[in-house]
């Protein structure tokens, strides 16, 4: 799974004025992050999975799948607090073309370790790709603690986590103990240097549908254990990243998209178009920071 190292980019869903997917907008974000990133995540959080009906979905996939020519890999959103539901998912969506799976570990339940274990065994039993684990407390109410993770790592079909916990000592951990091949891939566009130095191989990124080449640069540099060249292209971010989230994800990077030309800001409830106020921030470090 080397081909699903580097830079992945969470890809948001640009939607039009009423509400509807702007596949338009769509291939101008898949022209624009392929001059940098080296896979794509489709109907992951940012690309609003959990306000598009099975259909949509559907449609998104096939689009991307279809306007290609890069053939970057294509790793596909499929996760739930519902194990029969997943597994459902899983059987009823044609994965052809699609490199791996990402799955989000079970939200709003709650689950034990023993539960979450489970859970993820039972979908990587069913699942005709291999699983990428993805840990994000923030979101969830649970964590996916390092012992749990390590357990996993052992299924056959289980090749990565995306890890969001913001728990370095958690992450160190992973990368201590995890078999060889075993993905370690940062879920925090901040924290993919720090990753990197303990053993990372990627970051799986919001701020790299706007700056795909700054992401590019990062890491690879980091990948090269060039951490002062990797340090640049991150500082470089720094003011950025926290408005990103202030009002929800993707509220912030649509905005920003908006500001480049990409695609509109449009969200869709319950999530709120980003405020005047966030708008006219994103949008004055824009002006005064054109990274390439």
Not at 174 to 200: E, H, M
Request: with cysteine.
């Amino acid at each position: 799974m080397k081909k699903l190292s580097g830079t992945g980019v969470a890809l948001v869903t640009p939607f039009t004025t009423s509400g509807a997917i702007d596949f338009p907008a769509l291939r101008r974000l898949l022209r624009h992050t392929a001059k940098g990133v080296d896979y794509w995540v489709v109907m992951g959080t940012t690309g609003e999975a959990s306000s598009l009906s099975k259909d949509e979905k559907k449609e998104v996939l096939q689009f991307i799948l279809a306007n290609n020519p890069a053939r970057l890999p294509v790793v596909y959103g499929v996760g739930g607090n519902n194990t029969a539901l997943v597994i459902e998912e899983l059987k009823a969506t044609d994965t052809a073309g699609v490199t791996a799976l990402l799955s989000v570990s079970p939200y709003y339940n709650k689950p034990s370790q023993e539960g979450i274990c489970r859970h993820f065994i039972a979908v990587a039993d069913a699942s005709p790709k291999p699983i990428i684990l993805y840990n994000v407390p923030g979101r969830t109410g649970s964590n996916l603690t390092a012992s749990t993770t390590l357990l996993l790592a052992r299924h056959p079909n289980i090749i990565g986590i995306k890890e969001a916990s913001g728990n370095l000592e958690q992450c160190m951990a992973i990368a201590r103990d995890k078999p060889p091949g075993f993905l370690l891939i940062s879920g925090d566009d901040l924290l993919t240097v720090p990753l990197y130095a303990i053993g990372a191989v990627g970051v799986i990124s919001v701020l790299a549908n706007a700056y795909p080449n700054t992401f590019r640069k990062m890491t690879t540099a980091a990948g090269e254990h060039d951490f002062t060249r990797a340090q640049k292209a991150l500082f470089s971010l720094l003011d950025i990243n926290t408005p990103m989230y202030e009002e929800g994800n993707p509220v912030g990077i649509k905005a920003l998209l908006s500001e480049l030309g990409i695609c509109k800001p449009h969200v869709r409830m319950p999530l709120a178009q980003a405020s005047p106020a966030l708008q006219a921030r994103i949008r004055s470090w824009a002006r005064k920071n054109p990274i390439r």
